[in-house]
Every structure is written in C-alpha cells, then in structure tokens.
C-alpha cells in the first residue's frame, strides 16, 4: 500500500490577493456577493497533478522555477492544503524545506534546537537523546549557547539542518536545502540523506542540482507549469529535462542576439565603432547549422573597424546553449609576433574547429574582439547556433565525446 497518494491535486492561489484576517473576511464578502461569476485572477500552482509512493522509494522532483516543486512539498507537508484532489500519507512527516524558520534570533542554539525540534514534531525526550549528535554533526559545540543571530549564516544552516535531519521520520521531504552552505558541508549532508534514505525512509526531493538528483534518486517527475511533464526512470528523465532545457533557452536566445559585455569598456571607448559576424560552414563548405560529432567545423568572421584599431586580439568562444564554456582561442601567437599589426577597414579571418567530438546538444559560438594590451572590447560578434547530430552515446555523458576503446586484457573478465 502506498505511504504517499497525491491524487488529481489541484492548488490554485488568488494573485494580488490580501493576506491579513481583514483582508481575508473582505474578499470572502466579495466572492459571496459575485457568487458564480468567474474568478479570472487565479493562477494555478498544480493542475489535477497525481502520483504514488511506496515505503523507502526515493523520488525527485524538478522543473523550471515556479512548475510547483515547492508547492507540492508544502501541501505534503500540509503547510497548505489542496483545492481539489486529495492527499494521504502514512506515518510521520518531517519537512526540510525553509532550514530555520522556527529559530528564535535572541535565543541560544542549545534553546532553538528544542524550539525548533518541537516545531518539527519531536518531543522533548526526542531531542534529548538526539542532541549531542545533532550539535557534533553541526559542528558547533563551542558555539551551541550563544544567541542564534551572532551565527554566520553558515552556522545557522548547519544548525537547522542537523535538527531536520535527525528526526526519525517516515517520510522526508527536502527542497533545494542540500545547495547552501560550503562543499563540505553539502558533501555531509549528502551522506546523511544517503543514511536516512538506506534505513528505509521515503524521500521526496526537489533540486536543481541535476548530479544530486542522479545519484539520489531512484524515480522522477518533471513539472511543467503544475503539470506532470513526464516521470520514470532517473537517466532517461534527466536527459530529457537536460534536452529540453537547451532547446527552450536555445528558442530564447534566438538567432543575432548580441552577447557583448560592455562593462569592460574603457571610458570613451564606443562599443559599436566595430562590428564583426560569423557564419560557419561544414567540412564540405556549405553553409551549416548541423554538424556531425567527428566534422571540422570552418568560423568566418567578418569584422569592419571604421578606424585604425592597434593590437587586436580574435577571440573565438564556444558554449552549449545553457551558457557552459566548452572551449575558447585566442589568436595570441599571431598577436605576440606582430604587436604593431592593426586593422582598419574591412577585414576577414578563419578559424577551423576540429574535429569537434562534442555529444549531441545546442552550442553558440562568438567571435570577440579586443585590445591585446589593454581591457578593452571592440566588438563582440551576435551568437551563432548549430546543432550537433550524431548517434546517441548510451550512458555516456558531459560535453566532450572522444573516440573511445574498451580493452579486456586475457584474464580480466
């Protein structure tokens, strides 16, 4: 039987809407005088969403900001309730989901610790027997008398989240908490939801953290604008919020957006005196936006300097479409060699690229130009788009795509 069943769960918020008592009472008078009319100023957070949990399964949840993560962790853990649709779960619920929201500034970490424990449903006998461990896993025993507002911000996740933690809950629900705090920490951290998920706890958990989502979980759910987008298998799922990702920021950018950082002008320095564009050509010469993994990808730039321009440097980036530098050159040895070269008027240079063993995705590519002497940037070319196309790659992932073998020396398998 399952020990979580969110069925056709629909949760709808009025915008604008008051949040005090009077407010409230007001709006309740209002909608009593309209009755029927409709009510053009919801906004749905959930639509009809639906999914079940079995004891000690780990599911993760992501989607763009505002696809109802949160919401749906705050109605599990009935911080808010549903407007249609139902929702059961089976035995206690500790939620890790705003670290801290019961800590008292004035009072001391030993005294927040009960606070907050008590918020979380432990009772004093709780907390007693786990507090030397929730005080040496937040490594503040120095520290664990003095008035919560003198902690670092550090400190006081640290705190907040050992409390959550050590809760013996059946159900746990996390949102976002495992990206604060320093590498070391999240690494804890990481280890301790491990524990608690090994022990047999049913964990529902939200983050934009795809590597914590792929090494955690064991199901997914996409949300899309408070619909289920698509769930099942960790790998297949990510993979395919991570495609569409790329080709949703891919159709935002567009083609000829202009990428320049002008924050690195000098004072007087005219951005637009310069202007360069790219095209870019397969290995057979024609025009392309599709590439193939193991082709040599040809970067024209056409660049005009309406006046003399002296020392400059080309600068050729290449990102996938979420923005991740995936390489860059720099004409330097050309620059180092001919310090006195200038350009003025029109002008053109290539750059050959290859072969690229880049995975299937978007990529951009920018040509930049600026002063090899000082900060300066003349121009910086508008983004051009293309597309590798090759054969899937299996469970292989990341950016780079080098011919591989595998070797199975006589007596190693």
């Known amino acids: 039987m399952p020990v979580i069943e969110f069925s056709h769960v629909t949760k709808e918020y009025h915008l604008g809407s008051r949040t005090s008592l009077r407010g409230a009472i007001a709006q309740a008078v209002k909608n009593?005088?309209?009755?029927?009319?409709?009510?053009?100023?919801?906004?749905?957070?959930?639509?009809?969403?639906?999914?079940?949990?079995?004891?000690?399964?780990?599911?993760?949840?992501?989607?763009?900001?505002?696809?109802?993560?949160?919401?749906?962790?705050?109605?599990?853990?009935?911080?808010?309730?549903?407007?249609?649709?139902?929702?059961?779960?089976?035995?206690?619920?500790?939620?890790?989901?705003?670290?801290g929201a019961g800590f008292h500034p004035d009072l001391s970490g030993r005294e927040n610790v009960y606070l907050n424990g008590s918020i979380l449903g432990l009772k004093r006998r709780e907390i007693d027997a786990q507090f030397s461990n929730m005080v040496e896993f937040a490594g503040l025993e120095k520290f664990i008398d003095t008035p919560v507002k003198r902690y670092s911000s550090g400190m006081y996740v640290r705190l907040a989240f050992a409390v959550a933690a050590h809760m013996r809950a059946d159900i746990l629900l996390v949102d976002e908490v495992l990206s604060v705090g320093d590498a070391a920490f999240q690494q804890k951290c990481m280890k301790k939801m491990g524990e608690l998920r090994d022990s047999g706890a049913t964990i529902v958990f939200v983050s934009h953290n795809m590597w914590s989502i792929e090494s955690f979980c064991r199901r997914v759910i996409v949300l899309r604008k408070g619909k289920i987008e698509t769930e099942g298998k960790v790998s297949d799922v990510v993979e395919f919020y991570r495609r569409h990702q790329r080709e949703d920021l891919f159709a935002q950018t567009g083609r000829g957006d202009d990428a320049a950082d002008h924050g690195n002008l000098l004072p007087g320095q005219k951005p637009n005196d310069v202007k360069v564009h790219i095209e870019l050509f397969d290995s057979a010469g024609k025009h392309a936006n599709e590439i193939g993994a193991n082709e040599t990808l040809l970067v024209r730039a056409h660049y005009h300097a309406p006046e003399r321009v002296a020392n400059p440097l080309f600068i050729l980036r290449l990102h996938r479409a979420d923005g991740l530098l995936c390489c860059e050159t720099v004409n330097r040895a050309q620059a180092d060699t001919r310090m006195d070269q200038s350009i003025c008027g029109p002008g053109t240079f290539e750059v050959r690229l290859g072969p690229l063993q880049l995975v299937t995705d978007h990529y951009t590519i920018e040509a930049h130009i600026v002063d090899s002497a000082a900060p300066i940037i003349y121009a910086v070319s508008p983004r051009e788009h293309f597309q590798i196309q090759a054969e899937p790659f299996g469970a292989d992932h990341g950016v780079f795509a080098p011919p591989v073998e595998w070797l199975y020396p006589e007596g190693a398998r």
């Open 32 to 99: 009593l005088a309209r009755r029927k009319q409709a009510d053009h100023s919801l906004f749905s957070a959930l639509d009809d969403v639906s999914f079940n949990m079995e004891q000690g399964e780990v599911l993760g949840i992501i989607g763009h900001n505002g696809a109802g993560k949160s919401t749906t962790l705050k109605l599990l853990s009935r911080v808010t309730y549903p407007t249609r649709g139902s929702i059961h779960t089976q035995g206690r619920v500790a939620a890790l989901i705003e670290l």
